[in-house]
Nanobody
Framework: QVQLVESGGGLVQAGGSLRLSCAAS????????MRWYRQAPGKQRELVAG?????????ADSVKGRFTISRDNVKNTLTLYLQMNSLKPEDTAVYCC?????????WGQGTQVTVSS
């Protein structure tokens, strides 16, 4: 089992920045890919960014050049980050992290990001 806890969301003005964190615990040794998703009210959940255990990254076109995904694996801790710059009102959503371990996927509870115009 893997537990994921996000933090770092909040209210920010357009053009501002936020850094989301996702702390993983439990059986983290065999996690391969990790991803950030978001879901805005009335919209489908969308993949924002992903990173593999080797460090390869991918981004949604809507966030390329503005968001940066990274992961930090130190000793027995694993933390996923999402640095969000030049935020826009359309980035407003609940952001959730996801971890893939074999064929199993795990989700955090989400953190709200609200960007005011």
């Amino acid at each position: 089992q893997v537990q994921l806890v996000e933090s770092g969301g909040g209210l920010v003005q357009a053009g501002g920045s936020l850094r989301l964190s996702c702390a993983a615990s439990g059986s983290i040794f065999s996690i391969n890919a990790m991803r950030w998703y978001r879901q805005a009210p009335g919209k489908q959940r969308e993949l924002v960014a992903g990173i593999t255990s080797s460090g390869s990254t991918n981004y949604a076109d809507s966030v390329k050049g503005r968001f940066t995904i990274s992961r930090d694996n130190v000793k027995n801790t694993l933390t996923l980050y999402l640095q969000m710059n030049s935020l826009k009102p359309e980035d407003t959503a609940v952001y959730c992290c996801n971890a893939l371990r074999g064929y199993d996927g795990y989700w955090g509870q989400g953190t709200q990001v609200t960007v005011s115009s």
